[in-house]
Structures are given as C-alpha cells and as structure tokens.
C-alpha cells in the first residue's frame, strides 16, 4: 500500500478500481458457477469447500509440477469431485440443499487444511498477469491495471452463459428444470442428469476461482485465503437477480468495496479500518433488504428453487 | 393468542384453493417430515427406524473415516482409540470435553430453534462474538458490583445481544422476504467485524498489544469452577437452556404454534397464527442461546472480549443441530460427543503425525453421512408398521 500513498488521494480510487479487477475475479468465477447451478433448480452453499480444495489443488499441482496452467487445470477438476458429492446428496429425497452445502463445506475445508498443511511453506509458480498499465510510470497504477487472463475468462464465460441460457436448446433445459422440474421430467428431461452437471460444471469455476486466489492474488496458500467467498456468491446471485451477466457487475462491485479499507487506510483513514473491510457484508445485507420482498417471487428466481426435490 | 385449530377445522373453513392437510403435531418441519403411523401402541417400529438409521450412518462415517486415516498411513484403530482416550477416558479428558461442549451445546440451539420453524439460520457465530461483547461491555460497567451481580448483567445482556442479532434476521426474513441463511450469513461477518472494531478501538485495553482486547473482567466476578472440577458453570447453562428448548417446543402452545408454522406455513396463518410474532419471538430464543455462550467465553474462560471467541463454535453448532435432527434434548448428547471429538484434535498430531484437520475431515464425513441417512427414513420395509 505504499504505491497508494505516493498518489495520495489519488491512490484510493485507483486502489479500488485495481481491487474491483483483481478481488473481482474470484467473486466473478463463483458467481458465475453458482448461477448456474441455482439457475438448475439447486442452491450450492458448499462452493466455499470447492475454493478452499481448489486453491490448495491448484498451489500443490504448482509446486510439484512447476506449471501453473497444471494446476488450474487440476483445481477445476478436483471442484468437479466435490460438486458431483453435492449433486448426489443434495438431490437426495427430504435433503436440504442447505444442509448439504455446509456439510460440503466442513468437508472440503477439511481435505483442503489435511492435505494443504505441507505446502503452507513451499512457494509455487504462479499465473502470469497480463501489463495493462505499460503506458505509465507509477507502479500503482501498473499494479491496479495488471490483469489476469482468468479475469477475461470469466467475463467471457458469463456472457457465453447469457447465450446459452436465452437462445440454446441446452440452456432452456437448464432454466426449465430450474423453474419447472415436473414439467422439464413430462418433456422427457433428466432432471438429475441436469443438476447433476449444472452443479458439476459450476464447481468446476468455483475450483478456477480457487486457483486463482493461490496462485495469482493473494498468491499463496493459507488456511484463511477464501474468507467466505464462497458463500457469499451465493448473495452475489440473488443481488445480481440469477442474471449471469449481473453476476460480473455484482463481482467488481464487491471487489472493489473489498479494496475500501485497506485502500482509506492508506491515506491514513484507519479509525474504522476493521468496519470497512465487512463493508462488501453490509453492502449485500442492504441490497437484499432494499431490493428482496416478500410479497412475490423476484424476477429471474428459479421456481423449484429452495423446493424439496 | 389463538389456540391452533384442528386440521378439520381448516379444512372445512376454506373450501377453494384445497390447502394441504395439517400435519400431527409430532412430525418434523418441512422436507425433513417423515410419516408417523397414527397409532401409537406400534410406534416401536419407527422408533427402532429413528435410533438405527443415524447409529447406521456414524457407523459407516467411522468405517469411511478409518479408510481415510489408513490411506494416509496411521492405525485406524489406533486413532479411534487416540480419540476416545483424549476426549472421555480421564476425568480431566472429560472434563476439558465438557468445557468446550458447553459452548456447542449453546450454538446448536441457535440453529436447531428456528430449524423448527422450517428455517435454516447459520447466525451463530455472529450471535455468539456479539453475545460475548456487549456481556463483557455490559460486566466492565458494573463491575464495582458484587460478583453476582456482574454476572447476571453479563448474562442477561449477553442473551439480549444475541437475541437481537438472530432476530434481525428472523424480522428481514418475515417482513422483506430476505433469505435467513444468507442475511445470517452475512451477519456473522458484520459481527466479528465489529468485535475486531470495538476490540481495537473503544474498548481497547491499552495493555493488549499482541492481541487486542477489550480491558478485563476481574479475576474475582468471573464465574468459578463446578466443586473441584475444572468444569465451569457453562455446561449447567448449557443443559438447562437445551431441556428448556425442549419443553418450550414440545410441551406448550407456543412450541405447538412453532411447530404448525414449521410444518406448513400457509396452513398457520389459514388457522390465523400471528406468524411474524411467533416468527419474531422464536428467533429472538434462538439467539439468546449463542448469545449466552458468548458471556460464558468471556465470564469464564478468557476474561476479556478479544477475537479467541471466534473460533468455530458457531460452525460446530450448525452440525450438532442437524445431527440431533432439530431436537434440544439430543444437542446435549451430541455436543459433549463433538467437544470429545475437538478436544482430541492435538493428540492425533503428537501421536499420529496427522494434521489437526483430521478432525474437521472426520466431521464433515460425520455430517455427510447423516444427511444421506435422512433419506432412508421410509425405505426399510422391516421398519414399517403392517397395516392391519
């Protein structure tokens, strides 16, 4: 943060654009993974697990193997592990989905400080980031404009998804066995085969996302390196009202109030250091009482969604 | 308040659109409900079901688990043995168990209250670090009184602090539709937030520089130890509060209203329930029991509010009260059974060379399991009762 202190002023609002892409990207990935699997007709609490497995996957495949793009690879699948458990058991009769996440996320979170305990000290290659900022000498603006391609992925794959659930035959299954299961099953449907890989395929970019907080920002192993991400992409969905493209802009906005406090911290703003960093919690709990009624369903919410199977 | 109608009585009251028949009084909520045959002189059978289906699944979370340890190079029955030594073979093993129990115990009815209301509130955590706040901002102000006194202030405003904090939620979920696992959630976050706030900023005790904390409560007004035991008066406020839980629930009209709401919530208020206020009243109780736990961390075990209160027992409570299927009574047993197992976390690394995650690995497949064996109920037809 001492890059943020030669701009002065100046430093905080780049701080926190900087924050918006780079904290940004993990909520990016997550939400896009839990919109789809809730777009399906199930909620996924235990994507938290998945990051967690994933960032240790992802650190360990790295080290061992000195290749990154190895362990991106291995973190996604090894979410694929984990959500294929959650579609089994979540899709259980008399099942809360609920329930099952924070099982996942006892269990996941388990695996991951078990297996992830030698590598706490090991260093791993990491992802390279692509220079946005080559136009200007100061390093904080380089460092904010310092992007990883995983960011162009993950914007990429949300608009893909808004494709794919408006105009694909593939993507009107999804939204039909989300909204109508009984429906989706008389049209001949597989309605397990569809959560099953709705879950599977969302924690495969919840594992991306896991990678990338181990292996590009913050860029090592620790037991505390998801902070609840995961979780609370299950807000983010709900706040971006199931679109997959509200998702990206619900992301970079918890990214950059993320990057609020340590950023006012810099410029010596520290007297509320510790409520400005729960500022992206109190930003979600206000959109949700703001924007959530319970006189009706809210546009984009899946019918079966929260129903027992 | 209105005494419940009989599920006739609704019936016949709204003809168009055919609400869904009131489920008996004992069944559980919502998706968790399974069918009781209505005579009670063959319950034997599903009572044999409801004790051999979760023994059944801990069984096979035990056989899964040892695989798992086995795998990694340790005894599998060495470390069941480990456990068991650690967490209940001494009185001292047992006596630790049931310190870190009491907490639990406390959580558990955090989420096992409104459970019972067909809501899943995770907001334990959060009620807990604010519990232990505002007892130990509560006790630093009268804390020139008699060491009673300062405990009860504690205690009350402990439960007052938590209470409120879940019944926020219970008031977003009823009034603006917000979903509780998620505002709850993000409570627990807004919590320790501002515990880390107020421990490093007003009510920091200047003396505390490796850890902030706040400034301390006298040696002398902390609650003492049970007799001679290194067990303190906690795990009484724990088991009092659950069997308390229990007979709110199961015994009086209130518990009654609480579970009609559960089981069908549109049929609650067809028999003119006062849905929020039981909604709101409930959450409230269910958020004085983590609250408590929070002013016994503080009034007994650390003396100071500092962020050593966040350290899982929220968690810990979500899956005792999943475990114990919503029930006050067997969140006593279960939590004394998870204290064991947390407190034998060390010797599995000194004697066994495994990370103390071990015992996290070993709950979430603990939990898994449970929640697998829910949807066994029904499926064994040895358990079913003959039609005659």
């Given amino acids: ?32 993974g839990e919109c ?142 989300g909204d109508k299961p009984d429906a989706a099953r008389a049209m001949g ?10 879950i599977m395929a969302g924690s495969f970019l919840a594992g991306l996302a896991g990678a990338y907080l181990s292996l590009y920002y913050p860029g090592s192993w620790t037991e505390k390196i998801s902070g609840g991400q995961g979780m609370i992409a299950v807000a983010l969905v709900i706040f971006a009202r199931w679109n997959p493209v509200g998702c990206l802009w619900a992301s970079l906005l918890f990214g950059g109030a993320q990057a609020l406090g340590p950023a006012l911290q810099s410029v010596g703003i520290s007297s509320y250091y510790y409520l400005f960093n729960a500022s992206p919690y109190i930003l979600t709990l206000l959109v949700m009482v703001l924007t959530c009624t319970n006189k009706k369903q809210l546009a984009g919410q899946p019918g079966a969604l929260g129903a027992s199977s | 308040m209105d005494e419940p109608k009989p599920a006739s009585v609704i019936a016949s009251a709204t003809a168009e659109p055919p609400p869904e028949p009131l489920p008996p009084p004992e069944t559980q909520p919502g998706d968790i409900a399974r069918e009781r045959p209505p005579a009670r002189a063959l319950q034997w059978r599903s009572k044999v079901e409801a004790l051999v289906i979760p023994c059944g699944a801990i069984a096979v979370a035990l056989v899964l688990f040892g695989i798992f340890v086995w795998t990694q190079g340790a005894n599998p029955f060495a470390v069941f043995a480990s456990i068991y030594k650690a967490a209940f073979a001494s009185t001292r093993s047992f006596e630790n168990t049931l310190v870190r129990a009491a907490p639990i115990m406390l959580c558990a009815l955090g989420t096992a209250i409104p459970l019972r209301l067909g809501m899943v509130v995770i907001g ?23 060491a009673l006194v300062v405990q009860l202030t504690m205690a009350g405003a402990g439960m007052v602090a938590g209470g409120t904090w879940l019944l926020i939620v219970g008031a977003l979920k009823h009034y603006r539709g917000v979903n509780e696992t998620i505002s709850s959630l993000l409570m627990n976050f807004i919590g320790i937030a501002l515990l880390n706030q107020a421990v490093n900023s007003w009510m920091k005790d200047p003396s505390s520089l490796n850890k902030p904390s706040s400034f301390p409560i006298p040696e002398e007004k902390m609650l003492t130890p049970l007799g001679t035991t290194d067990v303190h008066w906690g795990i009484v406020f724990g088991v009092v509060f659950c069997i308390v839980a229990y007979i709110l629930i199961h015994k009086t009209t209130f518990g009654f209203q609480i579970r009609t709401i559960g089981a069908n919530i549109r049929a609650a208020q067809l028999a003119g329930l006062a849905v929020g206020k039981v909604t709101l009243v409930t959450c409230f109780i269910a958020g004085a029991a983590p609250g408590l736990a929070g002013m016994v961390e503080v ?66 497949i603990v939990f898994l399991c449970i929640l697998y064996s829910e949807s066994l109920y029904g499926k064994f037809s040895i358990f079913q009762e003959k039609k005659s």
């Fill in chain 2, 124 to 146: 334990n955590e959060g009620a807990l670090v604010m519990g232990g706040l505002m007892a130990t901002a509560a006790g630093l102000l009268v804390v020139e009184a008699p």
């Fill in chain 1, 189 to 198: 449907i597989s309605v397990w085969g569809v959560r099953t890989c709705s």
């Fill in chain 2, 299 to 364: 009034a007994a075990v650390h003396g100071v509010a500092n962020e050593s209160l966040n350290v899982w027992y929220g968690n810990a409570g979500i899956l005792v009260a999943f475990l114990a299927r919503q029930n006050a009574l067997a969140c006593i047993v279960v939590s004394v059974m998870l204290g064991g197992l947390l407190a034998s976390g060390g010797i599995l690394q000194r004697s066994h060379q495994l990370p103390d995650a071990t015992i996290l690995v070993f709950q979430g």
């Fill in chain 1, 1 to 32: 943060m001492t890059d943020a202190e030669s701009l002065g002023w100046w430093g905080v609002p780049i701080a926190v654009l900087g924050g918006a892409l780079r904290g940004g990207t993990p909520f990016l990935l997550v939400s896009a």
């Fill in chain 1, 36 to 177: 789809l699997t809730e777009k399906s007709g199930k909620t996924n609490l235990g994507l938290e697990g998945v990051l967690l497995i994933g960032a240790m996957t992802a650190y360990a495949v790295s080290v061992n193997t000195g290749n990154p793009w190895a362990g991106l690879l291995a973190a996604g699948m090894a979410g694929m592990v984990l959500g294929f458990i959650h579609a089994v058991l979540a899709q259980q009769p008399k099942v809360n989905d609920i329930a099952a996440g924070i099982a996942m996320i006892i269990f996941g979170s388990g695996l991951a400080f078990f297996f992830g305990k030698a590598y706490i000290q090991p260093v791993a290659e990491q992802l390279p980031g692509i220079e946005f900022g080559w136009w200007s000498s100061h390093p904080a603006i380089r460092s904010a404009l310092r992007i990883c391609p995983l960011f162009f992925f993950g914007v990429a794959v949300v608009f893909l998804m808004q494709w794919f659930f408006e105009s694909t035959r593939w993507g009107l299954f999804v939204r039909a066995v």
